[in-house]
C-alpha cells in the first residue's frame, strides 16, 4: 500500500480546527462550517479532514465500497479497526446507509451509536431540509444535494429513538453540517 | 461516598505546590539531579516505574522519579497518566526472549545447561556492606570482558520439554485481552492475569509470591531459570504489510518449576509459573512466576485455599496505582459523611442513655 | 549486512534495524559525508505514541500484553520520490525523521549504494561491537564448575 499525501499540515492545530468546526456544526444543526484537508481519492476535503480528527485506532470504522479507493489513506491516516458497519462507530459513506441496520447506543450508553460520516454532493441544491429542534431557537433550513427520496422517513424512525440513535456528519467539499439525532427533520 | 464542593483552598493549595516544589530541590548549594543522572544511576528504580506504570521509556521514568522525589508508586502514576495522552500505534509481534542478547542467565535446577551459569551485573553475592567509596565518588573500574562473547542460547524450557516431564508452553490462543481497553472483568484467563501482574506491585507480588513459599498454597517452586537482556521489539506497520524491528528493550524472565503431584487428567509432571517485567527486574519477575502458577490452582484441579490461589483477591489488589488511589483518597474531605455518621453515634447514643433512664 | 534469504523485504528490514538503534547524532555525523539528502515533505508524523508489548505465555505459548513502549514514528516522501519509513522505540523526533529520509534515500538507486557504505554499513558495526562487548562482559561473569575428581570411583 502507497500513501502519497499528507494528512493536516499542522496536525494537532488542523484537527483541533475541524473538531471544533464539527462541535458548532453538531450544536447548531443545519449550520454550515469549513472543515478541510489534501484528500485522497474518493474523498472530499471535509471528509478527509473528519476522518482525521474523529477516527484512530481506537475506533471502528466501516468503509462503504464505493469509497474503497481511499482505504488506503484512512488505514496509514488514521488506522482504525475495520469492522462491520452494523458494529462501527463511524461509518463512512458515500450514500445514506440504512440507518436502522447501525448501532443506536443503549439508553444506558447513548454515546455508543454510530456516527454516520455522509459524503454528500453539495449544500445548494437538492432536497431543502426544515429544521427544528435543540440548538435551534427558530426551524433553520438546510439544502443537501444528496440524500435519497427515503430520507425522511428513515430520519423520522431514527429520532423516534431518542436518547438512542445516530448521528450524521454531511461533508460535501470543504463544508460539513450536521444533523444531530435529536432534531426533526420536515421537507421544506 | 459524598464530597461537599469546598471553596477557599485555591491559594493555599498554590502555596503548597511552591512549597514542594522547594522541598524538591533541596538545599541549592547541592548540585541539582539531572534526568539523565537517574536513568544512568538509578536504573532499578527507573525499571521498577516503568514496570509498574505499564511503559517502557527510560527518560520519562526518570522524570517521573525526580517529578516525585523518589516516590515510585506516585512517579509510576505520573507514567501512567502520561501515557493516556499518547495515541495507541498499535501491538508487537510477541517478543522472542529466546534470542534474547543475554545480560544475565542462571538456572537453579541445571547445572550444566547449554549456554552455561551467567551471572551478569547481579547483587547475589555481595557482601550487603554498605560501601563508602561510593559515598566518595570513584569511578569503577572497567568490567573484564572474555576472549569471545556468548551466543545466543534456549530457553531452558525449550530444553526440558523432550520427555514431557515438564509441561509445554501451550497452545497459541489467538488474540489476548487488553486490560488498558477493557476493564478486568473474572474469570480472567492467564494471558490478562499475566498483564495485570507484569504492572503489579512488586512489594505485592513479593508478598504474595512468599506466602506460597511459607505454606501458604504451596507450589514447590523452583528456578529453571532467569534470564535478563536485551530483546528485539517488531511492529507491523499496516502500509508497509512487513515486520520491521523498532529497537531493543530490557527485558527479565522468569521461568518458575513447580513439582505437581498429578490431578485425575494429568499425570504427574513438574508444572510451570511465568514472570516477565520491563527493565532488569529479577524479585519482580521471579514473585510473578510465583502467583502466576499459583493462580492456576483451579486450571490444575488444586483445592485453591490460599490468598495467592484466589484469583480475584490477587487481580484486584496488585495494582498500586488503583491502591493508592483508593487508600489516599481517604484524605480528601468526607465532612458531609462524617457529619452524618456523628449524627447516628449521637442519636444512638441518646437512645441508649433515655433507655438506662427508662430501666 | 547479508540478508540470506528470499524475503523480498531483507535488505530493507535489516537497514531499518540499524537505522531503528542509531541515535540522531551519529546519523547526523555520518550524512555529513555524503552527498546531500534529498528535499522531502512529511506524509505522517514524526509523531509519538505508544506500541504495546506483547510477550508469550511461558516463552513460547499464547500471547499476552506485557506493557506499552514509547515509540516516534514518521513517513516522509522524498523529492526523488521514494517514501521513507521509521518507527523507533524511543522519543526523538529527529532521529526518527532522519532514519525515514534514509530509509528513503536507500531506495533510490542512485543514493542506495553510498548510503550503505557511508551511513549503514559504520552504524551496523559500531551497534554489532556494543553487543559483542556486552556478550564478552557476560562471557567473563560465566560460572566455570570445578568437579573434584574422586580417588575411588
Known amino acids: 500500500m502507497t500513501v502519497d499525501l499528507p494528512g493536516f499540515a499542522d496536525p494537532v492545530g488542523g484537527a483541533q480546527e475541524c473538531f471544533r468546526a464539527v462541535l458548532d456544526a453538531m450544536a447548531r444543526p443545519g449550520a454550515i462550517r469549513a472543515a478541510a484537508c489534501p484528500p485522497p481519492a474518493k474523498l472530499h476535503a471535509a471528509t478527509a479532514a473528519v476522518l482525521l480528527t474523529l477516527v484512530d485506532s481506537e475506533t471502528s470504522l466501516w468503509i462503504d465500497p464505493a469509497l474503497a479507493a481511499a482505504t488506503d489513506w484512512v488505514r496509514f491516516h488514521c488506522g482504525p479497526r475495520e469492522v462491520e458497519a452494523s458494529q462501527a462507530d463511524f461509518v463512512l459513506a458515500a450514500s445514506l446507509p440504512a440507518l436502522d441496520r447501525l448501532r443506536a447506543g443503549t439508553d444506558e450508553g447513548p454515546d455508543e451509536s454510530a456516527t454516520v460520516i455522509l459524503q454528500v454532493a453539495d449544500f445548494a441544491a437538492g432536497q431543502r431540509l426544515r429544521l427544528a429542534g435543540p440548538g435551534l431557537r427558530a426551524p433553520a433550513t438546510l439544502d443537501v444535494d444528496g440524500l435519497p427520496t427515503g430520507f425522511l422517513a428513515a430520519w423520522e424512525a431514527n429520532h423516534a429513538l431518542f436518547p438512542r440513535g445516530v448521528d450524521l456528519i454531511l461533508c460535501a467539499r470543504d463544508r460539513l453540517a450536521c444533523l444531530p439525532r435529536s432534531v426533526r427533520i420536515e421537507k421544506g | 461516598m459524598a464530597y461537599v464542593a469546598v471553596k477557599g483552598g485555591e491559594r493555599a493549595i498554590d502555596n503548597a505546590h511552591a512549597w514542594l516544589a522547594e522541598t524538591r530541590r533541596g538545599d541549592q548549594a547541592v548540585a541539582e539531579i539531572a534526568t539523565d543522572q537517574i536513568s544512568e544511576q538509578l536504573g532499578r528504580a527507573v525499571d521498577r516505574v516503568m514496570s509498574e506504570g505499564g511503559l517502557y521509556d527510560r527518560d520519562l521514568a526518570a522524570l517521573a522519579i525526580k517529578q516525585a522525589q523518589g516516590d515510585l508508586i506516585e512517579a509510576a502514576f505520573l507514567l501512567r497518566a502520561y501515557r493516556t495522552t499518547l495515541p495507541r500505534f498499535g501491538y508487537s509481534t510477541p517478543v522472542d526472549t529466546g534470542a534474547m542478547h543475554i545480560h544475565r542467565r542462571v538456572s537453579a535446577v541445571f547445572k550444566d545447561l547449554p549456554g552455561g551459569q551467567i551471572l551478569g551485573p547481579t547483587y547475589d553475592y555481595t557482601h550487603r556492606l554498605l560501601d563508602f567509596a561510593l559515598a566518595a565518588g570513584a569511578a569503577p573500574p572497567a568490567a573484564p570482558q572474555a576472549e569471545s562473547g556468548i551466543a545466543a542460547m534456549p530457553r531452558v524450557s525449550d530444553l526440558l520439554d523432550d520427555e514431557g516431564l515438564i509441561e509445554g508452553d501451550g497452545a497459541d490462543e489467538g488474540e489476548p485481552g487488553d486490560l488498558t481497553r477493557e476493564p478486568l472483568a473474572f474469570p480472567a484467563n492467564r494471558a490478562l492475569r499475566l498483564q495485570a501482574l507484569a504492572r503489579g506491585d512488586e512489594g505485592f507480588l513479593l508478598a504474595m509470591g512468599y506466602s506460597t513459599q511459607r505454606g501458604w498454597g504451596g507450589t514447590h517452586p523452583f528456578v529453571g531459570e532467569i534470564r535478563m537482556g536485551e530483546v528485539a521489539v517488531e511492529i507491523t506497520p499496516p502500509e508497509l504489510g512487513f515486520a520491521i524491528d523498532i529497537g531493543d528493550i530490557t527485558l527479565t524472565e522468569c521461568q518458575m518449576v513447580n513439582q505437581f503431584a498429578g490431578s485425575k487428567t494429568k499425570p504427574p509432571q513438574f508444572t510451570r509459573g511465568y514472570g516477565l517485567a520491563f527493565g532488569h527486574s529479577e524479585r519482580k519477575a521471579m514473585a510473578m512466576a510465583l502467583v502466576d502458577r499459583s493462580l492456576r490452582a483451579e486450571e490444575l484441579g488444586e483445592e485453591a485455599t490460599a490468598p495467592a490461589q484466589n484469583v480475584e483477591f490477587v487481580l484486584y489488589h496488585s495494582d498500586n496505582i488503583e491502591g493508592t488511589g483508593f487508600v489516599e483518597h481517604l484524605k480528601l474531605p468526607h465532612y458531609v459523611d462524617f457529619q452524618s455518621e456523628l449524627e447516628t453515634i449521637r442519636r444512638m447514643r441518646a437512645d441508649a442513655g433515655r433507655a438506662e433512664e427508662m430501666a | ?153
Open chain 3, 1 to 153: 549486512m547479508t540478508p540470506a534469504s528470499d524475503d523480498p523485504n531483507a535488505e530493507r528490514k535489516a537497514w531499518m534495524r540499524v537505522l531503528a538503534r542509531a541515535s540522531a547524532g551519529d546519523m547526523r555525523a555520518l550524512l555529513a559525508d555524503c552527498p546531500a539528502l534529498p528535499p522531502h515533505i512529511r506524509l505522517r508524523g514524526p509523531e509519538v505514541g505508544l506500541v504495546m508489548a506483547r510477550g508469550r505465555i511461558g516463552g513460547g505459548g499464547g500471547a499476552f500484553n506485557l506493557g506499552e513502549i514509547a515509540v516516534t514514528r514518521c513517513t516522509v516522501r522524498s523529492e526523488a520520490g521514494q517514501v521513507g519509513h521509521a518507527t523507533i522505540a524511543r522519543r526523538d523526533d529527529e532521529a526518527a525523521e532522519l532514519a525515514a529520509r534514509i530509509d528513503a534515500a536507500l531506495q533510490d538507486p542512485a543514493r542506495h549504494d553510498a548510503m550503505a557504505a557511508r551511513v549503514i554499513t559504520p552504524l551496523a558495526a559500531a551497534q554489532e561491537k556494543r553487543r559483542q562487548d556486552a556478550a564478552r562482559r557476560a562471557a567473563a561473569t560465566q560460572v566455570q564448575f570445578f568437579t573434584m575428581a574422586t580417588m575411588r570411583s
